[in-house]
């Protein structure tokens, strides 16, 4: 039965599939450009499709170095259960050891959105944004490896005119709007991307996850009040 190790002292497991636990140990101080805790594990949840309705399709724990844990079934959460579909896709979740290497990370998007016209700009500063884009994109695999799954960074995704972050932001202050969580930040530049995953799935091609988190929120090591967005272009 699949397993991942979970706090013991927590009684409800995450909503969406485990996908990958990262013992923060293991990396030195300047591998990430995120203010990672020095020691403890960060698990990740997700499912990698896009249902719409600005859904977090995720989860994000934390747990400290020392924290009492117990084994829990992996498909603990299973709302997708008897679903076919699902048990085909979940079957293709990684289940290699990961091991870490340090790269660079520079923009893939290029424009910032605003709220009057022309609506859409170059980056600050970067009036030539999409044309250093662009030659990023292609000496990227000359450069950097091409991990499924990613820490820190810039978001990537198939189609990335606009920073991927700023969706997860946008659909935090809908949630928060609603009443489905507390409030969040509208500055996008105090979000930022805490983790990227490509699974490389048969019938979800084209998917990415982000784990994005307000930069206050990762300080204060409030892992839960991250926000999961999927983009899938199939």
Not at 76 to 98: K, M, R, S
Not at 163 to 186: F, I, Y
């Amino acid at each position: 039965m699949p397993t991942c190790a979970h706090p013991l002292a927590s009684s409800n497991n995450p909503c969406h599939p485990f996908v990958a636990s990262i013992d923060l140990a293991t990396l030195s101080a300047d591998a990430t450009d995120l203010p990672l805790p020095p020691d403890g594990r960060l698990l990740l949840f997700a499912y990698p499709e896009d249902f719409g309705e600005l859904t977090d399709m995720g989860n994000v724990v934390y747990v400290p170095a020392g924290t009492a844990v117990e084994e829990r079934d992996k498909e603990g959460w299973a709302w997708f259960e008897n679903d076919d579909e699902y048990q085909e896709v979940f079957a293709q979740f990684p289940q290699e050891t990961l091991r870490a290497t340090v790269d660079v990370s520079l923009p893939y998007h290029y424009w910032v959105e605003i709220p009057e016209e022309p609506r859409w700009v170059p980056l600050p500063g970067h009036p030539r944004s999409e044309e250093l884009a662009a030659v990023w994109a292609e000496t990227h695999d000359d450069i950097a490896s091409s991990g499924r799954l990613r820490l820190g960074g810039y978001a990537d995704q198939e189609a990335v005119d606009t920073d991927p972050v700023g969706t997860a932001m946008t659909c935090a202050l809908k949630e928060a709007a609603a009443g489905r969580r507390e409030p969040v930040s509208d500055d996008l530049a105090d979000w930022v991307l805490l983790a990227e995953w490509g699974p490389w799935i048969d019938g979800l091609e084209g998917a990415t996850v982000h784990w994005s988190i307000q930069r206050t929120d990762l300080a204060a090591r409030r892992f839960e009040r991250a926000f999961t967005t999927v983009f899938r272009n199939p």
